[in-house]
């Protein structure tokens, strides 16, 4: 079975307009997102994507490191959406919608998402995004969204052990590899529709969409954030892509950045 990707043969048949209609390939670099971003200075057309095989110094949000095996999916996608920068947050959401509907779609999976970022099966992590974006005039000029999928890898072979218990990838899950090329391009696909959608649509019908996989919704979870810990009930994320939170003594919060683990 054919687990590497090669993009020449992708491209034959992929069905977008933009995305991935230039696809740049590396079997090694020090992060995607870092690359695309110097693409995006040197004027990369909107769609462009980069990927690579391994990343060694692969990064995540709130500045932590992404550990990137060969056999995972390590990508990202220039856009170029034009619009202000505080819109910028609401493209995790489109992505990670992607991603939870195409491992659906493909693999039957029972996928969930994460406020802000993540995707989870058996409420273990098996991607992660994280946007980074350019601004001039309140504008965002470019934005990179960076794409990581535990894809081909055993997580007890190749991360390590802290990573363990909150850790899944489609392997251990599948109990057997994915081809990683069509991963790749169903993703390409699905991202292209969803982010069509939400720059012609309102953004309440694709978050909708988001939240009929956020399990968390509902449930007492505790918020980290730069401003300390916050506990309390998740009962909706807001238009603007903020979490609202309801304490003990029944106010409510919204909190725009953060992690957030539920408790039982
Ligand atoms: C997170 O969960 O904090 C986000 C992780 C994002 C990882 C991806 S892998 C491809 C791209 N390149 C990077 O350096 N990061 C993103």
């Given at each position: 079975?054919?687990?590497?990707?090669?993009?020449?043969?992708?491209?034959?048949?992929?069905?977008?307009?933009?995305?991935?209609?230039?696809?740049?390939?590396?079997?090694?670099?020090?992060?995607?997102?870092?690359?695309?971003?110097?693409?995006?200075?040197?004027?990369?057309?909107?769609?462009?994507?980069?990927?690579?095989?391994?990343?060694?110094?692969?990064?995540?949000?709130?500045?932590?490191?992404?550990?990137?095996?060969?056999?995972?999916?390590?990508?990202?996608?220039?856009?170029?959406?034009?619009?202000?920068?505080?819109?910028?947050?609401?493209?995790?959401?489109?992505?990670?919608?992607?991603?939870?509907?195409?491992?659906?779609?493909?693999?039957?999976?029972?996928?969930?998402?994460?406020?802000?970022?993540?995707?989870?099966?058996?409420?273990?992590?098996?991607?992660?995004?994280?946007?980074?974006?350019?601004?001039?005039?309140?504008?965002?000029?470019?934005?990179?969204?960076?794409?990581?999928?535990?894809?081909?890898?055993?997580?007890?072979?190749?991360?390590?052990?802290?990573?363990?218990?909150?850790?899944?990838?489609?392997?251990t899950k599948l109990g057997q590899k994915i081809r990683l090329e069509e991963l790749f391009?169903?993703?390409?696909?699905?991202?292209?529709?969803?982010?069509?959608?939400?720059?012609?649509?309102?953004?309440?019908?694709?978050?909708?969409?988001?939240?009929?996989?956020?399990?968390?919704?509902?449930?007492?979870?505790?918020?980290?954030?730069?401003?300390?810990?916050?506990?309390?009930?998740?009962?909706?994320?807001?238009?603007?892509?903020?979490?609202?939170?309801?304490?003990?003594?029944?106010?409510?919060?919204?909190?725009?950045?953060?992690?957030?683990?539920?408790?039982?």
């Open positions: 079975m054919p687990i590497n990707i090669n993009p020449n043969r992708l491209q034959e048949s992929l069905q977008t307009k933009q995305l991935g209609r230039k696809i740049f390939y590396a079997n090694s670099v020090s992060s995607t997102n870092k690359w695309a971003k110097k693409l995006a200075k040197l004027e990369a057309s909107e769609g462009t994507v980069v990927v690579a095989r391994t990343q060694t110094s692969g990064h995540g949000r709130l500045g932590r490191k992404w550990i990137s095996p060969a056999g995972g999916l390590w990508f990202s996608v220039i856009l170029r959406p034009n619009f202000d920068v505080d819109k910028v947050a609401k493209l995790v959401f489109v992505a990670s919608l992607a991603v939870a509907e195409v491992l659906h779609e493909l693999y039957g999976l029972d996928v969930e998402t994460k406020w802000p970022n993540d995707v989870l099966i058996d409420g273990k992590k098996v991607c992660g995004i994280l946007a980074e974006t350019s601004t001039q005039n309140k504008k965002a000029s470019y934005v990179v969204v960076g794409i990581g999928i535990n894809a081909n890898f055993d997580v007890k072979k190749s991360l390590p052990q802290k990573l363990w218990e909150n850790t899944l990838s489609l392997e391009r169903a993703l390409l696909e699905k991202l292209e529709d969803i982010y069509h959608r939400f720059l012609k649509t309102d953004f309440t019908l694709i978050l909708g969409e988001w939240k009929k996989h956020a399990r968390f919704l509902g449930h007492e979870v505790e918020v980290t954030s730069g401003s300390g810990k916050l506990r309390g009930l998740a009962v909706d994320v807001d238009d603007d892509g903020s979490l609202i939170i309801k304490t003990r003594d029944g106010t409510i919060k919204h909190v725009l950045v953060g992690d957030i683990s539920v408790k039982q």
